[in-house]
């Protein structure tokens, strides 16, 4: 059974670190893509980065400079280093794997959803 199980969130001052993990189970994590995503309260859910088998990386603008994503295929498990957090980063942090991808920043593309994990960041 395909499970991605998110933690790592919690409450942050502004300028603090995070570092959210994803554990992936039921698959071959190693020919996956993997996402992260967010959901800010009343918006819609957002690309925030995405690291291949290869470990090619991609970040939204917003985050490129801040944010870290890496992978440890022994372990199955997707990482998300998060360094000077903004409140405007406050928001449910979702964990995502898809076998193929060709636009890895689209929510459609991705199979797999874990259940978030919330990242409150204070002023």
């Known amino acids: 059974q395909v499970q991605l199980v998110e933690s790592g969130g919690g409450l942050v001052q502004a300028g603090g670190s995070l570092r959210l993990s994803c554990a992936a189970f039921?698959?071959?994590?190693?020919?996956?893509?993997m996402g992260w995503f967010r959901q800010a309260p009343g918006k819609e859910r957002e690309f925030v980065s995405a690291?291949?088998?290869?470990?090619?990386?991609y970040y939204v603008d917003s985050v490129k400079g801040r944010f870290t994503i890496s992978r440890d295929n022994a372990k199955s498990t997707v990482y998300l280093q998060m360094n000077s957090l903004q409140p405007e980063d406050t928001a449910v942090y979702y964990c995502?794997?898809?076998?193929?991808?060709?636009?890895?920043?689209?929510?459609?593309?991705?199979?797999?959803w874990g259940q978030g994990t919330q990242v409150t960041v204070s002023s």
């Open positions: 995502a794997a898809t076998r193929y991808s060709v636009d890895y920043a689209s929510l459609r593309e991705y199979d797999y």
């Open positions: 690291i291949r088998g290869t470990n090619s990386t």
């Open positions: 039921g698959f071959t994590f190693s020919r996956y893509v």
